[in-house]
């Protein structure tokens, strides 16, 4: 495999970071409307005149959004091209270069006609969409499931499963959570994980209900991701990709909801918040890999039950060839 195109994957992969980063970092400060209400350009100008903090914010974004969308277009017709036979390939190129547009497209739609919050929320979980696909071909590229030996990986269909529910439940805990910052609740509970200890009961008022859902699906996905690291501990422990990757999403969740306990308690401190983010996109990619490896089980499956009935036809054959004594 080239080392340019290794190199080039480990690129898009940090630079697609740094816009979920960025794009978070524009919700929580406020920096939509930095540029106005134009786009790409800034105030209808290459440079502004005037600059301040949230043009900077929004300008920055922009900027490092481009760069990292030319970045990704480039790896997706290199890796179609290099490593197109593998059959996950094409796939990820695809989506990996057509939902950063997207997110593009959304973000430059919301600057100049307005969108409402339920539509902006949507903006990170597209961006992380198109993360996790780059991602998974950055992992192709360095075969890192051959380095694991999960070529040969077998997951029962029940566990395969639960992982693709558990992927599509977080992404819906990554909406509410966007929802949260987008219509201003972050700070509407004062208290965690209850919203107030002095008024004990069902939340009050609308942005109340926003943080709470939140609280709870992110409740519910902890404790999903447990149950299922100590199945996968009891029952996969000889399988290293599974043992170790489950290990690590547990470790991701609890720190995730630790995080959302702390933003509370400090007062949206920015850092943390930031870190809320890149955790939950982190996670979100581990998901996203054993979606890939689940993927291959299938196929696994079939082709040992195929092998299996290979070999009992072949069984059969040689035994009315012998002939009887």
């Known amino acids: 495999m080239s080392r340019s195109l290794k190199w080039l994957s480990v690129a898009a992969t940090i630079g697609m970071l740094f816009v979920l980063i960025g794009g978070a970092l524009v919700t929580k400060t406020e920096s939509g409307a930095g540029c106005g209400e134009t786009w790409p350009l800034c105030h209808g100008e290459l440079i502004p005149d005037e600059i301040n903090f949230e043009l900077v914010i929004e300008l920055s974004h922009r900027v490092v959004s481009g760069v990292v969308g030319l970045l990704v277009l480039v790896l997706s017709i290199w890796a179609w091209k290099a490593i197109g036979h593998i059959r996950e390939t094409k796939f990820l190129a695809f989506i990996s270069f057509f939902f950063l547009l997207l997110q593009g497209l959304i973000g430059a739609a919301a600057v100049v006609w307005g969108q409402s919050d339920v539509v902006l929320a949507l903006h990170f979980g ?16 360095f075969e890192v499931d051959k380095k694991f030996d999960a070529d040969s990986l077998i997951i029962d ?116 918040a930031l870190a809320h983010a890149l955790f939950i996109a982190c996670l979100f990619g581990v998901f996203s890999y054993f979606i890939l490896l689940s993927s291959r089980s299938k196929k696994n499956e079939a082709l040992l039950a195929n092998n299996i009935d290979k070999s009992k036809e072949e069984q059969v054959n040689q035994n009315q060839t012998i002939p009887a004594q």
């Open 126 to 141: 597209i961006s992380l969409i198109s993360f996790a696909s780059v991602l998974l071909l950055t992992l192709l590229i």
């Open 157 to 272: 269909k029940k566990l395969r499963t639960q992982i693709y529910a558990l992927t599509i439940y977080s992404f819906i805990v990554v909406y509410t959570g966007a929802l949260v910052r987008h219509v201003g609740a972050s700070l509407a509970c004062p208290d965690w994980p209850v919203c107030n200890y002095n008024q004990i009961g069902l939340p009050t008022q609308m942005h109340e209900w926003i943080q709470m859902g939140h609280r709870v699906l992110a409740g519910g996905i902890f404790i999903w991701v447990l149950l299922l690291t100590l199945q996968i501990i009891k029952r996969y422990k000889h399988e290293k990709v599974l043992y170790w990757g489950w290990i690590i999403a547990l470790g991701l969740v609890s720190v995730q909801v630790a995080s959302g306990a702390v933003i509370v308690y400090t007062n949206l401190n920015l850092f943390i």
